[in-house]
């Protein structure tokens, strides 16, 4: 039987001792010990160099990744556009207003269109606007005439104009707001000359007008236009006067005023309803009261004295209007009816999209 003793360490020593220290204590035993706490010491050392170059690498694409979307925002607009509408979020962008300016005061040398609260997501709805109303004057073009034109919401300032400022001859047209002002100024008138005024603008009778003009005069109504901030409308030398689309709303507006408030013009704007070639009353009547007056004459093409226009008060519910439009295309009431139903539309377009 063998028997196995565990050498003592002192043995070990005595031995190294003995040998002149050639022999380490432990023996081959510590040596093994030694080599393996070298090998994993390395190996330690190793891990930590690839640890901490691993890091460096996620940071430096982390600094990548967030400069990139730093300087390069909106990147894929596509995909941000399709994530905003499936969140059910609206485009930041497309509700942008549009900076708004009342029609009366908008330029107007050509087409414009404005209304409060157009956002840039109804841009493309007012363009549809545009050339249907573009058509409609094309229709003029075409025949060889010219119109210019304004349309005020009473209620929001917003509308639609072209070439308001463009002068034509006022005709009959006038005889609507010399009537108003004579109903402000004079309104005993009212009373004693009732016929006279009634055929002034119902049948726009010139003899019934003439009346009136050789006892009351032109002075006074233009100091009254010129109140109202139409300086440019003046009757002189005769009974009519030159006119222009901005300025003649401006005096509709103020008739509407005074009806409203319930003034003398209130006790006869009836007059004003169903009133001979009007082709605003014509078009929109049997829709909306409508309150207008308008005038033509026929002196060849080309001529200052060759017109037809029309203007009046179209009291549509919460957005009322004035719509003034004159033309020299005597005769057409066909594209007078069609202009005043293509504005009509466009503003309930736009009463609908912006309120």
């Known amino acids: 039987m063998c028997i196995c003793r565990r050498k003592d360490p002192g043995e070990d020593a005595k031995e190294y001792l003995e040998s002149g220290g050639e022999k380490e ?32 690498k ?18 894929n607009k596509e995909q941000d556009s399709f994530e905003t509408a499936a969140s059910g979020q609206k485009d930041p962008a497309a509700e942008k207003e549009i900076p708004f300016e009342n029609i ?17 997501g109804d841009r493309q709805d007012a363009d549809a606007l545009e050339e ?21 919401d009473l209620n929001s300032g917003g509308g639609i104009s072209y070439h308001a400022d463009e002068m034509y001859y006022s005709a009959s047209a006038i005889k609507g707001p010399y009537v108003a002002w004579l109903a402000e100024c004079y309104p005993q008138a009212l009373d004693s000359l009732y016929g006279t005024i009634q055929n002034t603008i119902t049948w726009s009778d010139n003899d019934a007008y003439g009346e009136l003009i050789a006892l009351y005069g032109s002075t006074e109504f233009n100091a009254w236009a010129a109140e109202i901030g139409c300086e440019e409308l003046v009757i002189s030398g005769g009974w009519y006067a030159s006119v222009n689309a901005r300025d003649f709303a401006k005096l509709w507006c103020h008739m509407y005023d005074r ?31 409508v309150y207008s007056k308008g005038g ?23 957005h009322p209007y004035v719509l003034v439009i004159l033309s020299d295309a005597y ?7 069609n202009l005043v139903y293509v504005l009509d539309q466009a503003h309930t377009a736009l009463a609908g999209t912006a309120g």
Request: with cysteine; charged share 20%; hydrophobic share 40%.
């Open 296 to 318: 033509w004459i026929g002196e060849g093409k080309g001529s200052y004295y060759n017109v037809q226009n029309d203007a009046g008060i179209v009291m549509k519910g919460e």
């Open 331 to 337: 005769g057409r009431l066909d594209l007078l009816d």
């Open 58 to 75: 996620r940071e430096a694409e982390n600094v990548q990744s967030e400069g990139t979307e730093e300087n390069l925002p909106g990147l």
């Open 104 to 120: 009366m005061t908008a330029a107007s040398s050509d087409l414009t269109i404005t209304w409060d609260g157009l956002t840039e």
């Open 25 to 56: 204590p432990g023996g081959t035993h510590r040596k093994a010990v030694m080599r393996l706490l070298f090998v994993c010491a390395l190996l330690f050392a190793a891990a930590a160099v690839m640890q901490e170059k691993s890091m460096e």
């Open 259 to 289: 009806v409203v408030a319930g003034e003398s013009l209130a006790d006869i704007i009836n007059i004003y309803t169903d009133t001979l070639s009007s082709s605003i009353s014509e078009t929109l009547g049997g829709q909306y009261t």
């Open 132 to 152: 249907e109303v573009r058509a409609a004057l094309d229709a003029f073009a075409a025949e060889g005439y010219t119109a210019g034109f304004m349309l005020y």
